[in-house]
């Protein structure tokens, strides 16, 4: 999968299904990782490791993953667990907070990510 963007813009909007960044939008869920931004394809109610392939492939520059779950929602143990054997921190949040932090971390030069779910 190409990315969108290559890179680590921050996100400069979020809602109406999508998200800005870059002077660019993006109708739907994104995975921001060091590598670029991408199209996620993944459902918030049946999150499952596979979700984060992307994610475990870059994970020697990524210490913490922030889940934007839309509203705020627990991921599976089984997603849970698989972070924590890459040794990821993954801190799931509403989409809104994970916006914010994720700008504010990169702000920071801190290795973070962030998969994010598009709210209306």
């Known amino acids: 999968m190409t990315a969108f963007f290559p ?3 921050t996100i400069d909007a979020y809602g109406d299904g999508g998200f800005r960044f870059a002077g660019m939008s993006h109708r739907g869920s994104i995975l921001a990782l060091p590598s670029g931004i991408y199209h996620w394809n993944a459902d918030r109610a049946a999150l499952k490791p596979e979700d984060f392939a992307r994610v475990f ?3 020697a520059d990524v210490d913490h993953l ?3 779950t839309g509203t705020m929602a627990r991921p ?3 997603v849970i667990q698989a ?3 890459y040794g ?3 801190e799931p949040m509403a989409t809104g907070a994970a916006v914010s932090t994720y ?4 702000a920071e030069r801190r ?3 962030a998969a994010l779910i598009a709210v209306a």
Request: hydrophobic residues 45%; proline residues 8%; neutral net charge.
């Open 7 to 9: 890179g680590q813009p």
């Open 57 to 59: 492939s870059e994970k």
């Open 66 to 68: 922030l889940l934007g």
């Open 76 to 78: 599976p143990r089984e």
């Open 83 to 85: 972070f924590a054997e």
């Open 88 to 90: 990821i921190t993954l």
């Open 103 to 106: 700008n504010l971390l990169l």
């Open 111 to 113: 290795k973070v990510a």
